[in-house]
């Protein structure tokens, strides 16, 4: 009988240590905090590369003395719809004020507060642009040779990682970005990690 | 068929009325009420302040620092924590039994289901698998391999199917590859299991924690226990618990033997013994 229980404990045990160790990438938890300095992300997401829909999960806590209103974006992927939904009880009986999302924008964000935010990102039709407009692959390589941004209509999002500012030392575009409305800041950054398939593990969570 | 049931039935008023409890417990703890959060922290479900089982792993890398703000973060969930092990260690596993909403969501919608298509667990011992997933909930992260916090969380899972009928965030929730699994976790170890009580008894840590001080305390508290003298073997308690914490042991005439590792007093081995073998107090 003990030989017996030591077996399947340590079976148990091997089992749920290949189930920890075994990571699925179409969603990712960040948790940081916004400052009025700008913020910090406990660590980036970290996703699959070529999926069609991704699930982020931010929480994130306000740090005095920081209050305003807070625009959320992704940044870097604009071949991909996006959707942002904050996370609040559905019939609303606390006592507690809660910020108000409206339009990508977190109103009337306090200290202490803390946010909780699912963001789905899905790939668009191929051929559609960002305005919804629909472009072929040589249009929009003429484009993309004479201007800036256009919807790529290329698979792959980690091509999107442009120019713009990504958080220090990590060189890359895609981002959740938090900004103040007012003064245009950002507030906290977390940064979109894309792994090839079959790559090297990361803790999402 | 229903269960044989002791006409004097010798149970509690919290053991009689269970079920009502239960349901109170659902409607303060989980979604579109989910009452305690809301009035306390203004969440919804048991994520943040309330979360009772991430702050007690440690992540490689960590450092001491950061562990202890953990506990900070999760301060109502550490003192939910305290409050279940200390009540546990001197009067049982209540909180399992009458409170937990999410053990008691899956037992309650468990019977619903009818008998032909639930699946029945009991061959399998429990607490060397809840113990092998303790174990691997506390070292995997701490050798940096990843965890099995959140990825696999009833307590996320459960307020979170509730919550889905209400709210789009919590719908998104299982529209991913760990909502899947979650989702089918809670159907194939709790609707969907004998008793309800599979999820529980196998993978939850917060269980796992409880029945040890449930073992260890068993000498000075009260528990549900059987009297050896009036148990006639007769085995009808032992498809009644939901735990499958009753075994038939002995040489010859067998008598009903409970297992501290996964018994709550839940009283429904009590209800059905007809020779009042069973009874909830302390040792004699």
Known sequence: MRVKTVVIFLGALAFFLVAASTRFYDSAHSMGLIKA???????????????????????????PPYRG????????????????????????LSPH???????????????????????????????????????????AREAASECCPVAEPSPAPVAEASQRPGPKGRGSAQMLAFYDVSSGKQVL????????????????? | MTKPTNPKDPRGFFQRHRTLILIVSLLL???????????????????????????????????????LMGFARSFLGVLLLLAILGATFFLGRWWCSHLCPVGGATELGSRLVPRWLKINYSAVPAPPVRYGYLAA??????????????????FAAVPRFFGALYNPADLVYFFRIYGIINLLLLFLLGFLARGGRAY?????????????????????????????????????????????????EGKGHKKAVIDPHSCMPCGECERVCQEGAVRYGKKS
């Open chain 1, 37 to 63: 300095d700008g913020g910090r992300a406990r660590h980036p997401i970290v996703l699959d590369q070529g999926r069609d829909r991704y699930t982020l999960i931010a929480t994130a806590t306000v740090i």
């Open chain 1, 69 to 92: 209103d807070v625009r959320v974006a992704v940044e870097g992927m604009p071949e991909m719809d996006v959707e942002i939904i904050n996370n609040v009880p559905a019939i609303d």
């Open chain 1, 97 to 139: 004020r809660q910020p108000q999302f409206r339009d990508n924008v977190l109103f009337g964000v306090q200290p202490r507060d803390r946010i909780a935010l699912w963001v789905i990102l899905k790939r668009k039709a191929p051929g559609a642009a960002a305005t919804g407009q629909v472009v072929s692959d040589q249009q």
């Open chain 1, 189 to 205: 950054g977390m940064p979109i990690t894309f792994r090839a398939k079959g790559g090297a593990h990361d803790e999402t969570h």
């Open chain 2, 29 to 67: 703890f989980l979604p579109p009420l989910a009452l305690i959060f809301q009035v306390s922290t203004g969440d919804g479900d048991f994520c943040g302040p309330w979360c009772p089982r991430m702050f007690f792993t440690w992540r490689e890398g960590m450092s001491l620092s950061a562990f």
């Open chain 2, 137 to 154: 909930y506390l070292i995997a992260p701490a050798v940096g391999l990843g965890s099995l916090c959140c990825t696999y969380c009833n």
């Open chain 2, 200 to 248: 529980c008894n196998f993978l939850c840590p917060v269980g796992a924690l409880d029945a040890l001080a449930n073992r260890i305390g068993g000498r000075w508290g009260k528990r549900i226990r059987i009297d050896t003298h009036k148990c006639t073997g007769c085995g009808a308690c032992k498809p009644a618990c939901p735990t499958w914490a009753i075994t038939m």
